[in-house]
């Protein structure tokens, strides 16, 4: 077998190749460096600014590129989120508008003349109520003042986990099974059983609860299709027997529509927040968010339906044998 030797110039290059002589021509070259004349090294120096100028600038521009797209960029979100801030606020100023409105309607259902010369045969009378928490409601119990539903056969120890929303109004007051109740100018139920002095309140949301309703657009104008509200015992109550022919769409408004002829404007009952069509049905399934929140209820009023006599309202039936009760302090 024969080797062949390796040359001069190869040895050389697998030395330079090795850690060891990359790092020993490095030092070579510093030395080299220091032991120049002043003159040679500032043109050497001068040179390799010449030829790294270029990269230099190149890396500049890339770095002024980069800053100005991260503040654009930054200014971008925070252009997004004060957009959100001010639609977010401008939608619950709408919706405040909405909550006084009603609030109006509802308060001066009773003493506002119509615009037109003729009297109206029947008005509303508001009695103002508030709505007794878990401890007043066993208190009440237990000193046997609590005689809402005895007649289905309730009893104090039968209020095990969830209590039904309790208003410190009743018979007393003329209070009556039916009449809406209504907080911040909109409906947050219907009586369904009345006491002595306090009465047990149905919000839109619990079962058993129906009325006749109407849609709208989310600004409240004009007038849509008409359904029956009901409640589900969910958080979201449903409206039925709206046709599928009828436009109808999540942020639409939903207004009491039994009322006409009682109330001169409307009471809002909720927003529609889910829209649903099953394969074949010839009825929107339509889902709504009550704008009353029962757990934020702590003052309402009920709504008592009068025939007027001569610009003066006169309780009908029961509510006319019971003097109206001032709100305690």
């Known amino acids: 077998m024969t080797y062949s030797t390796p040359t001069i110039p190869g040895r050389l290059r697998s030395r330079l190749a090795s850690p060891t002589g990359t790092l020993l021509l490095g030092l070579a070259a510093v030395v080299l460096l220091l032991l120049l004349p002043g003159g040679w090294t500032v043109a050497i120096k001068g040179l390799a600014h010449e030829v790294l100028r270029p990269g230099q600038l190149a890396a500049l521009a890339l770095r002024e590129h980069a800053e100005r797209v991260t503040t654009a960029v930054k200014s971008h979100f925070q252009s997004a989120a004060e957009l959100a ?3 977010e606020e401008l939608g619950r100023l709408r919706e405040e508008n909405r909550r006084l409105d009603g609030a109006l309607t509802a308060a001066s259902a009773a003493s506002e003349p119509p615009d037109d010369a003729s009297e109206p045969l029947l008005g509303v009378r508001v009695i103002p109520a508030r709505v007794l928490g878990h401890q007043a409601r066993v208190f009440l119990a237990q000193v046997g003042l ?12 039968s209020f095990v986990v969830e209590m039904p929303p309790l208003v410190d109004r009743g018979e007393d007051c003329g209070v009556e099974s039916g009449q809406w109740v209504a907080s911040g100018g909109c409906v947050w139920g219907k009586v369904v059983e009345v006491g002595r002095r306090t009465s047990t309140v149905r919000p839109i949301t619990e079962p058993g609860y129906r009325d006749l309703v109407t849609l709208t657009g989310p ?7 008409q359904g029956i509200l009901e409640g589900t015992g969910e958080p979201l109550a449903r409206v039925r027997l709206v046709a599928v022919t009828e436009p109808v769409a999540v942020g639409d408004l939903v207004w009491t529509a039994s009322g006409k002829g009682l109330l001169p404007k409307p009471l809002l009952c909720g927003r529609v927040v889910r829209v649903e069509l099953a394969s074949g049905a010839t009825h ?12 934020d209820v702590e003052h309402a009023v009920v709504l008592q339906a009068e025939v ?3 610009g003066k309202p006169k309780a009908e039936s029961g509510a006319g044998k019971h003097k109206q009760t001032e709100p305690r302090s």
């Open 219 to 225: 600004d409240g104008k004009g007038r849509g299709p």
């Open 85 to 87: 801030e001010l639609e």
């Open 284 to 295: 929107w399934g339509i889902w709504i968010e009550p704008t009353v929140n029962s757990a």
């Open 146 to 157: 609590l005689d809402v539903g005895s007649t289905s056969g309730v009893r104090p120890e």
């Open 308 to 310: 007027v006599e001569s």
